[in-house]
């Protein structure tokens, strides 16, 4: 696991040499989480791809770290969290898995399934967090640049507010007005290894998938945030923008400048996901 923490430190840019473990202040420890963070939202982006072109990858934290220290793509929220959660546990750090769920209205709300992967860190205190719980999460896609303190109240991370309600039993994230998603229920329990794979080939299964409709590309930067979804690219934040792909050399160089490598990528069947996401656009287009 070393090797692969210390590939994966190097792909965001850092020090390999961190792997041999986290530092030992809590300051200090704090700071390199962040820096984790911020890298990986920026470097990494959070994707639908390999599920959209038929091979949804497996959640297997180790198999996920190998491949993202080796260049490839990592997935959703499941791989995100699930190699963060491998590679801060690693480096020393105390990492306490959770589970979770989006929703946009009440009734969303309500239907509690398992729709995400999530963690804590636990015993790194500061002045300004003297609980020592913290919230980091790269698998939001347009969601925190940052880890955040789980302490309840308003946070501001770039041109985006979010408010954090803590429970008992874990906590709520409230994304910001310009956020893909309203909110995410997070409750603080381990998933079994059967919860998450049932969870995964639910949200990956073809069609009936939520994460098998439509691809989705997104990488959060310190001013933005960034979404291919289909054929159409948005920018929130700073320098707002939105513009249509609908030339397939457009589409695929969006999709690298999102952050997606295409190393491990069949160029006849990426081809066939732009004619086809081409094509369910401009129905979407000609219905509005």
Same mark, same amino acid.
């Not at 989006?102 to 309500?110: G, K, L, Q, S, Y």
């Not at 956020?179 to 069609?207: C, K, Y």
């Given at each position: 696991?070393?090797?692969? @923490?210390?590939?994966?430190?190097?792909?965001?840019?850092?020090? +390999?040499?961190?792997?041999?473990?986290?530092?030992?202040?809590?300051?200090?420890?704090?700071?390199?989480?962040?820096?984790?963070?911020?890298?990986?939202?920026?470097?990494? &982006?959070?994707?639908?791809?390999?599920?959209?072109?038929?091979? +949804?990858?497996?959640?297997?934290?180790?198999?996920?770290?190998?491949? @993202?220290?080796?260049?490839?793509?990592?997935?959703?929220?499941?791989?995100?969290?699930?190699?963060?959660?491998?590679?801060?546990?690693?480096?020393?750090?105390? @990492?306490?898995?959770?589970?979770?769920?989006?929703?946009?209205?009440?009734?969303?709300?309500?239907?509690?399934?398992?729709?995400?992967?999530?963690?804590?860190?636990?015993?790194?205190?500061?002045?300004?967090?003297?609980?020592?719980?913290?919230?980091?999460?790269?698998?939001?896609? %347009?969601?925190?640049?940052?880890?955040?303190?789980?302490?309840?109240?308003?946070?501001?991370?770039?041109?985006?507010?979010?408010?954090?309600?803590?429970?008992?039993?874990?906590?709520?994230?409230?994304?910001?007005?310009?956020?893909?998603?309203?909110?995410? %229920?997070?409750?603080?329990?381990?998933?079994?290894?059967?919860?998450?794979?049932?969870?995964?080939?639910?949200?990956?299964? +073809?069609?009936?998938?939520?994460?098998?409709?439509?691809?989705?590309?997104?990488?959060?930067? &310190?001013?933005?945030?960034?979404?291919?979804?289909?054929?159409?690219?948005?920018?929130?934040?700073?320098?707002?923008?939105?513009?249509?792909?609908?030339?397939?050399?457009?589409?695929?160089?969006?999709?690298?400048?999102?952050?997606?490598?295409?190393?491990?990528?069949?160029?006849?069947?990426?081809?066939?996901?732009?004619?086809?996401?081409?094509?369910?656009?401009?129905?979407?287009?000609?219905?509005?």
């Amino acid at each position: 696991m070393s090797h692969a @923490v210390a590939g994966y430190l190097a792909r965001l840019g850092l020090d +390999p040499a961190l792997a041999a473990g986290r530092p030992t202040t809590p300051d200090a420890a704090v700071e390199t989480l962040d820096e984790i963070h911020r890298r990986h939202a920026e470097r990494i &982006p959070y994707e639908n791809l390999h599920t959209m072109l038929g091979s +949804p990858p497996d959640i297997d934290a180790a198999a996920t770290l190998r491949r @993202v220290a080796a260049g490839g793509n990592a997935g959703y929220c499941f791989h995100h969290n699930g190699i963060l959660i491998a590679a801060l546990r690693a480096l020393g750090y105390d @990492v306490v898995e959770a589970w979770g769920h989006n929703w946009d209205h009440d009734a969303e709300r309500r239907d509690v399934h398992v729709g995400h992967l999530a963690l804590s860190v636990r015993g790194l205190p500061t002045a300004d967090n003297p609980g020592g719980v913290w919230w980091p999460d790269v698998g939001c896609g %347009d969601g925190l640049h940052a880890p955040l303190p789980l302490v309840a109240g308003e946070y501001r991370q770039g041109p985006f507010t979010y408010r954090l309600d803590v429970r008992a039993d874990g906590w709520t994230f409230h994304h910001d007005a310009q956020g893909s998603f309203g909110a995410v %229920d997070i409750f603080d329990a381990q998933l079994t290894q059967a919860q998450a794979e049932a969870a995964h080939r639910r949200l990956t299964a +073809p069609d009936s998938g939520a994460y098998a409709r439509k691809l989705v590309v997104q990488r959060r930067l &310190p001013d933005a945030a960034e979404t291919i979804r289909g054929c159409q690219f948005t920018r929130t934040g700073a320098r707002a923008s939105r513009a249509e792909l609908t030339s397939y050399d457009d589409w695929r160089d969006g999709l690298v400048t999102l952050g997606i490598r295409m190393q491990d990528v069949d160029a006849d069947a990426l081809r066939g996901l732009f004619d086809r996401s081409l094509t369910a656009h401009r129905e979407w287009l000609a219905a509005r």
